[in-house]
């Protein structure tokens, strides 16, 4: 057993929209845990693909790119928005788009690039705690966890709520679109053989469809500390 398998991980696995995000921050913040938007690094590879004018569907090419890019998170000092580092560039605002979700989706697929990624994920287990926001959090990358949740939502709230998030960051988005391509995402997502979107077995599903975000939040530290 390695030493880290000691610390204590909260696993937050769902669909987009479902509220991960928002709710992993908030219930890492409130442990006092760390964070891990797993997502974040799938959307970064993508990322990184695109600016060097990569072929995602190449398996070689994104494995390499899996294999190189850097990518690091800045906590900002203001408590605003942590910052995501792709080669040394700030690519936040660029990584949040449905362009970009797309993208990670697509490259998410192919097993050597999950395989590319694992380590940096375990990285994140340390003392005296970690929230892991994810798909495969509880089933593949940490399947001990002691706390497993799988949140989820109706399509029309998940594609609402994702609408009103892009707003929000001043992105143009039709909420008809939008809800066709998370749907497309998640087909994707739940159906490819390497990880897909399942609940882990031991894993609390709570359906978030019109609860707000305190509620949940407190649901969730509730399987923390019932
Ligand atoms: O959570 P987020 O929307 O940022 O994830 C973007 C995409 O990255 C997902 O649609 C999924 O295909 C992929 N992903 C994944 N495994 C994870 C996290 C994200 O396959 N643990």
């Not at 294999?67 to 900002?76: D, E, P």
């Not at 143009?172 to 066709?180: E, F, G, K």
């Amino acid at each position: 057993m390695s030493p880290s398998t000691t610390v204590p991980v909260l696993t937050i696995d769902g669909p987009s929209g479902s509220g991960k995000g928002t709710i992993s921050r908030r219930v890492a913040e409130t442990l006092g845990w760390r964070l891990l938007d797993s997502g974040a690094l799938y959307r970064a590879v993508g990322y990184a693909a695109g600016a060097e004018g990569l072929d995602l569907s190449d398996v070689d090419a994104m494995t390499r790119c899996a294999q190189t890019t850097k990518i690091r998170f800045h906590a900002a000092a203001d408590g605003s928005d942590t910052r995501v580092l792709v080669n040394g560039h700030d690519a936040t605002d660029e990584l949040r788009t449905e362009t970009a979700g797309a993208a990670a989706s697509a490259i998410a697929s192919i097993p050597s690039v999950r395989q590319a990624l694992v380590d940096m994920q375990l990285a994140f287990r340390k003392n005296p705690g970690l929230v892991a926001d994810g798909r495969d959090m509880g089933t593949v990358i940490f399947p001990d966890a002691p706390f497993k949740v799988f949140l989820t939502a109706s399509a029309a709230e998940r594609a609402k709520r994702r609408y009103k998030q892009l707003k929000e960051k001043g992105l143009s988005v039709t909420l008809a679109t939008l809800q066709r391509e998370i749907e497309a995402r998640d087909a994707r997502d739940a159906s490819r053989t390497v990880a897909p979107l399942k609940p882990a077995v031991d894993a609390v599903f709570i359906d978030t469809t019109g609860m707000g975000i305190e509620d949940v939040v407190a649901k969730v530290l509730a399987v923390v500390r019932p």
